[in-house]
């Protein structure tokens, strides 16, 4: 008997394990790095107690927190995130930036947040989409302390202290869909996503939308991985889109080494996201969206530290893209496929997007034949990832239903 | 390709990792010694293959680094509980975290670096039988070694002197110590070797499957194992069976989606755990009494030979 009821413990043990896994390990390394690492050493409470009084949140910060759902070097989302951190490092020196990296999107955001606020930070910056809750919770609790979050969006009414950021991502990806619909031959692209959240969707269609303007055959068969970096998963996935002969891979993963590597080794070209991969696929590299941040985060942390958040464009769910000037996610080096004339028709667009034009200027409709965007429409950047509820016609595939 | 092969061949490529660390833990659960520690084991393979192989170029070398790396981390948990008598479960878990660390640490320098990667080799003959040839014989070169393997390692257990020793060692290790034989040292052995397979589990992951070291990219893979074993009964042939059952629900997902099926995503990301717990309940009960009986001393006062 004894036998028996250890075998099902065990395999007990085991599975949730495995089902919980990536929970659990990440709390093991959220809670080593908790004593969050000091990218400068630098000025201590002192300046703060010193700094002008008043109530304005984020005024007088010695020092400001960011979290980072990953580890800084992934070669995607937290590696550019965390380069921005360093960026606000570089433009303060009087001001201590602590990082912490692989925090969850669960209550241990709040505990790690929490204590950045405890140690003094008075500017907080929540990086994940998954981030915003408790985000959130720790706005409500330090009135005094401004926190932003990267990604997500706040629904109801924004907290004087809070708001949210984001670069346009769909912008640069419209136009690598265009460089994508220039160079595949099968007019199969394939695209490997994480979750059906509405910014993922909303480049998914941005993506078709660019490769439809200059392929009009050209289709976009999407696959996800509900996770958002499995390499393994990621693997799988390549594989499975490039034996339906795609010839064109792109992604919305955080680690984005296995996919480019799989392109390359395939023989498939590939399209970037995050970071400039082009190092890994010397071949088949076309082009791809990299980020930016340093300029937003500095300009975020200059206008709390003024005493101006509240009220200002940061306190709201901000966009900023082409047409504000400063887009933080930019578009990557081309690959020598990319022929000058198709650089051309993009550098085109891109002046387009910048004035009057969007990547979902209407009519754009989806799978369903349903119109998204009306005829003649050109949607404000506020409206483009809520509306994008659906794919549009071109991608295959279904958004999955919870 | 069709949607079958496609599903299979998936499923022997994303199994291949899961039948190395099964295939490793049932030695060492012969041995009579449970060891949740194998998904720490193939993070520290993954990370060591990766890593050497990125600074060798060898990618032997660095297979031979994973089961190496593999085997040490599993020798913690064998010294843990072989020799200071601790709990096996809770010892496997904190070596798991141990792994983790250890690799989440040293590995922040290889995320980016490029190793060389096996590559699908199609074998001449084999590789144009009708049906079965393009789901097994066009693997990488560690898939064709887990083929041979798994025979192997059978022969070992069941026909091999050093099998009755170490069946032995998890069944009746009181007959092996009144013939004179030392039970540690026998249990010792299969820790480690459970830990090196594990290990070269881990290094298919990261130099052969997904041609990248990332932390954590095991992602309960090792916990999976585990189970695998269990309801295999520490049969290496119904532990490979297991293991590409699993390999192949995880390759379902992305061959239905890349046909443009409609299918509840989520549901279908839940079916390799749901197999493999159905598995347990169905099999369970009947696996029971051919659980090696040293498995339970967790709940006995520790009698170390």
Known sequence: MKIRRLGMLAAAVALIAAACSSNTTDNESAASDEPAATTTPGATAGTGAAAPAGDAPGVGAAKVGFIFVGPKDDFGYNQAAFAGSEAVAAAHPDIEVITAENVPEDDNATRVMQKMVDDGAKIIFATSYGHLDPALKIAADNPDVVVVQQGNVITGTIPPNAGTYFGTVYEPVYLAGMAAGSVTESNKLGFIYAFPIPQTIANINAFELGAQSVNPDAETYVVNTSNWCDPAKQAEAASSLIAQGVDVLTQHQD???????????????????????????????????????????????DTALAGEFTGSKYNANFRVGYKD????????AYGPMVTDETQQEIADELELISSTGSPFAGPVTAQDGTLLFEDGEVPVYDEIESRNSAFVEGVIGEIPQG | MSLVSEVLTGGIRGGTSINYAALGESVSERGGVINLGTEGSMLCGALAAYAVAAESGNLWLGVAAGAVAGGLLSLVHAYFVLSRGANQLATGLVVLFLGLGLTSMFGVDYVQALAPTFKPIDLPILGSIPLIGPIMFDQDALVYVSYVLVPVLWWVIYRSRWGVLLRAAGERSEVLTANGIGVLRIQYIAVVVGGMMAGVGGAHLSIAYTKAWFENMVQGRGFVAVAVVMFAARQPFKVAAGAYLFGSALALSPALQSRGYGINQFALDAVPYVVTLLALILLGRRRANETPEGLSKVFDAPTVA
């Open chain 1, 255 to 301: 680690c984005t080494a296995t996919i480019t590597k799989a392109a390359e080794e395939a023989g498939v070209m590939v399209i970037g996201y995050h970071a400039d991969a082009s190092a890994l696929a010397p071949e088949g590299w076309v082009t791809g969206s990299e980020w930016d941040w340093a300029a937003l985060y500095n300009d975020i942390v």
């Open chain 1, 325 to 332: 000037g400063a887009n933080p996610f930019v578009q990557s």
